[in-house]
């Protein structure tokens, strides 16, 4: 079965607009998950103007997120799927849509809480960053692979786990990094403990996605 035959066999010939959709919500959320790092770092360099303008991108990225997901749900139910079909997807889109409010949310809290990150954080934040865009850009093609190519899904979620264990590795060091810093109030080290874990949510969040994803495309290929 190629893979537009694959396609068409979830959502029949008439699932055009679908895919369309599909394929700009993974697009954006590429594109969210890169500015998101790109904003950490323009706020750990002190540029307010850079900032500004990646966290206005960040809002009308999640917004228009929402819409796509809203208007890609109404097309499942009105493509009339079977339930089973249907509901893989939905509770896809469902969970998906997690990480673009958790990078709103995390970016947001920077803004509200003007948290102060030492210099020595600098390098590891950015770093965790860096590897929420890796794996998010690896969900995309786990994503993809359920889509068309149901039988590529399996070595995409090993990628994931190892992804999320990279980042988990350098979460931990964040962590034991603001611990150790004497400079810090216990208040202070609580509150970048909260947002060093949200930063590093982002892979736990694929990885457990990925999961489900395994599950959905096992029962596709039986």
């Known amino acids: 079965m190629n893979i537009r035959n694959y396609f068409k066999e979830l959502f029949g010939a008439r699932g055009r607009e ?5 394929d700009e919500y993974l697009h954006k959320l590429n594109g969210i998950t ?3 790092h790109g904003a950490i770092r323009a706020y750990l360099n002190q540029n307010t103007e850079e900032f500004s303008h990646l966290f206005g991108k ?22 009339r799927l079977l339930p089973d079909t249907r509901d893989d997807v939905l509770e896809l889109l ?13 970016i947001r809290e920077m803004t509200l809480q003007k948290i102060r990150i030492p210099e020595g954080l600098h390098s590891s934040l950015t770093e965790l960053a860096g590897r929420n865009v890796q794996i998010v850009q690896v969900l995309i093609r786990v994503i993809n692979a ?9 070595d995409g979620v090993k990628e994931l786990s190892h992804q999320e264990h990279e980042g988990d590795v350098i979460e931990q060091q964040v962590l034991k990094l603001i611990f150790d810093d004497a400079s810090l109030e216990l208040a202070e080290k609580m509150q970048l403990y909260r ?13 457990d996605l990925g999961d489900h994803i395994m599950i959905w495309a096992i029962k596709r290929l039986l």
């Open 195 to 207: 947002f060093g874990e949200r930063v590093g949510s982002i892979c736990d969040m694929a990885e």
């Open 34 to 36: 890169s500015d998101m």
């Open 94 to 106: 469902e969970n998906l849509d997690k990480i673009p409010n958790r990078i709103q949310s995390t």
């Open 18 to 22: 679908i895919e369309v959709g599909l």
């Open 146 to 154: 359920f889509l068309y190519r149901p039988h590529d899904v399996r």
């Open 58 to 79: 960040i809002n009308e990225f999640e917004n228009r997120l929402d819409t796509l997901r809203r208007n890609i749900e109404a097309e499942i139910y009105g493509k």
